[in-house]
């Protein structure tokens, strides 16, 4: 998010990426969980999401979305492809499941009392994996 200043202001489109951190933000490595066949868990080289601040925000975000009835990978979707200078989001799955679930966020409607908590993790987190 520290870039979507200049991009909003110089109307430069962004094809975002990554929007679940690599699976972190689906919460299925909270407390440690490896769950089998995850990228985790086959290649070993995500720790980017587990230094400083990474994990705070990481459940910060995941437990917003459980507070408000919201799965969390289809919030961080929902969440990225709604920034006014994001033109496509590219999204992975590993399953068909997980797929349609990517799809489906498009259809979700993020509330104002959302996009507020967002907002006021962001400025908890601003940078949380240095």
């Known amino acids: 998010m520290g870039l979507s200043e200049i991009f909003y202001q110089e109307q430069v489109s962004l094809l975002a990426y990554s929007p679940l951190g690599q699976g972190y933000l689906t919460g299925k490595y909270e407390n440690g969980a490896l769950p089998p066949g995850s990228r985790k868990t086959l290649f070993d080289r995500l720790g980017r999401y587990e230094k ?12 917003l979305a459980k507070k408000h009835g919201l799965d969390p990978a289809q919030m961080a979707i929902r969440y990225a492809v709604s920034r006014p200078f994001v033109t496509s989001c590219i999204i992975g799955a ?13 259809n979700i409607t993020l509330s104002d009392d959302v996009l507020e908590d967002i907002d006021q993790i962001h400025l908890d987190y601003p940078n949380p994996c240095p």
Do not use: C
């Open 52 to 63: 400083g601040n990474g994990p705070r925000a990481v459940s910060a975000y995941v437990a």
């Open 94 to 106: 590993t399953s068909m499941a997980q797929l349609e679930s990517d799809i489906e966020a498009i």
